[in-house]
């Protein structure tokens, strides 16, 4: 059972954007897909709804942000979401999320995405995407599937999928598995 009683999740801050610049140094660096710290500045300042952290232990122990599109493509590490984010778009883009190393394995990553899916369909999106190095496992727990491959400097990265209008809500009424 997860460790998800003693958590919240709340829309992201200014004062949060250090650590989680962070958290994404943490997380990323092995893969060689950390973005700079004012990418993160300009994805709250364009869809501060769309931009969550996790608080446990009194601390930001993960977070994830998004944007809106009108037409769906391949995401791109550091695009400036001020150009990019479209406020009637029906396309969600899950730009980052992570969890900080000593959070990871209790569910917190699951309570993100699940957060981030609710957050997709309450703005009117028909369908999310996002790309990873290594997490496909994890998304497909949720029904993401594999829509294309492409390399960013140098890396090799799946762009995932999920259609939410066939989804609906099932996962985020089921909770962390």
Same mark, same amino acid.
């Given at each position: 059972?997860?460790?998800?009683?003693?958590?919240?999740?709340?829309?992201?801050?200014?004062?949060?954007?250090?650590?989680?610049?962070?958290?994404?140094?943490?997380?990323?660096?092995?893969?060689?897909?950390?973005?700079?710290?004012?990418?993160?500045?300009?994805?709250? !300042?364009?869809?501060?709804?769309?931009?969550?952290?996790?608080?446990?232990?009194?601390?930001?122990?993960?977070?994830?942000?998004?944007?809106?599109?009108?037409?769906?493509?391949?995401?791109?590490?550091?695009?400036?979401?001020?150009?990019?984010?479209?406020?009637?778009?029906?396309?969600?883009?899950?730009?980052?999320?992570?969890?900080?190393?000593?959070?990871?394995?209790?569910?917190?990553?699951?309570?993100?995405?699940?957060?981030?899916?609710?957050?997709?369909?309450?703005?009117?999106?028909?369908?999310?995407?996002?790309? !990873?190095?290594?997490?496909?496992?994890?998304?497909?727990?949720?029904?993401?599937?594999?829509?294309?491959?492409?390399?960013?400097?140098?890396?090799?990265?799946?762009?995932?999928?999920?259609?939410?209008?066939?989804?609906?809500?099932?996962?985020?009424?089921?909770?962390?598995?």
């Amino acid at each position: 059972m997860p460790d998800t009683a003693r958590v919240l999740v709340r829309n992201a801050r200014e004062q949060d954007l250090s650590a989680v610049a962070e958290i994404d140094t943490e997380a990323f660096s092995p893969y060689g897909t950390t973005e700079k710290p004012e990418t993160f500045q300009h994805r709250l !300042t364009a869809f501060p709804n769309g931009f969550i952290v996790l608080i446990a232990d009194n601390e930001i122990a993960a977070f994830g942000c998004s944007e809106k599109w009108l037409a769906e493509r391949e995401p791109r590490l550091d695009e400036n979401p001020l150009v990019t984010h479209q406020p009637g778009g029906r396309i969600f883009c899950i730009t980052a999320m992570a969890v900080r190393s000593k959070y990871q394995g209790r569910g917190y990553s699951l309570v993100m995405l699940d957060k981030l899916i609710e957050i997709a369909h309450s703005e009117g999106c028909r369908k999310i995407v996002l790309e !990873t190095t290594h997490a496909q496992d994890f998304y497909m727990k949720r029904g993401f599937e594999t829509v294309q491959h492409h390399t960013e400097r140098g890396i090799s990265f799946d762009v995932m999928s999920l259609d939410i209008e066939s989804y609906g809500m099932n996962a985020a009424h089921h909770g962390p598995s």
